[in-house]
């Protein structure tokens, strides 16, 4: 089983849809969950830190399930600049070094 | 601010050739990270540094992969002989690791390689 695990999509939505992306994370020893985005043929650049009461930014909200494992994003009324790929961003556990663990991400395409 | 700052952008060459990758981390962070993508394999953790020594180089594919960190502010990694299987991207990240936390990493623009 992958440690951070995402649905590789692609989503294809209208523009003004609200669309949610869910991860799931095999340690439950992990303490620092992130959101990152990837432009295609750009690095990839940190969204949302996730926190364990749920967190908003805008037209994104991040939550955390500790009991479950998961993690998601919701983007309301996407526009056409949210296409881009999601990774679900996880510390390894039980190392207390900074190293992170991403998912394989999900692709979102806003269509107009 | 200056972020992390990788070069070259774009390296061609032929198979059998050196090719070294430079990364000046964010100033003040204290942990290091090189990747690679591709699409079929995504982001792999290469090794990663912190305060400049060298913690788990467990995802460096192979004895023709090295990377060193001889100062905090600049890293190279360096592939000797190169082959075509090693085209892909080359990103490099940096953090700053306090106490029992987890902060983000921000990452370079990334190394383009193709060999040929």
């Known amino acids: 089983r992958k440690e951070v695990e995402q649905d590789p999509g692609p989503f294809n939505v209208p523009e003004g849809a609200t669309v949610a992306f869910n991860c799931t994370y095999s340690n439950s020893a992990s303490q620092s969950f992130f959101w990152y985005r990837q432009d295609c043929r750009k690095e990839p650049k940190l969204l949302m830190s996730?926190?364990?009461s749920g967190n908003e930014d805008g037209r994104f909200t991040a939550q955390l399930n500790r009991a479950s494992q998961y993690i998601s994003l919701l983007i309301r009324d996407s526009k056409l600049s949210d296409s881009a790929t999601y990774l679900c961003?996880?510390?390894?556990?039980?190392?207390?070094?900074?190293?992170?663990?991403f998912g394989q991400g999900t692709t979102l395409q806003v269509k107009p | 601010d200056a972020g992390v700052i990788q070069s070259p952008r774009h390296e061609v060459t032929e198979m059998g050739q050196e090719v070294t990758l430079r990364c000046k981390p964010i100033?003040?962070?204290?942990?290091l990270f090189w990747y690679r993508q591709t699409m079929m394999r995504g982001l792999e953790l290469l090794i990663y540094f912190n305060n400049n020594v060298p913690i788990d180089d467990s995802g460096m594919p192979e004895d023709r992969f090295s990377a060193k960190m001889p100062n905090a502010s600049f890293s190279t990694l360096k592939i000797q002989p190169s082959e075509p299987r090693d085209s892909a991207v080359y990103f490099c990240a940096s953090s700053q690791k306090v106490g029992q936390g987890n902060q983000p990493q921000h990452f370079g623009d990334g190394t383009r390689l193709s060999i040929l």
């Open positions: 961003v996880v510390n390894e556990a039980g190392s207390n070094t900074g190293k992170l663990i």
């Open positions: 996730v926190y364990s």
């Open positions: 100033s003040g962070h204290n942990s």
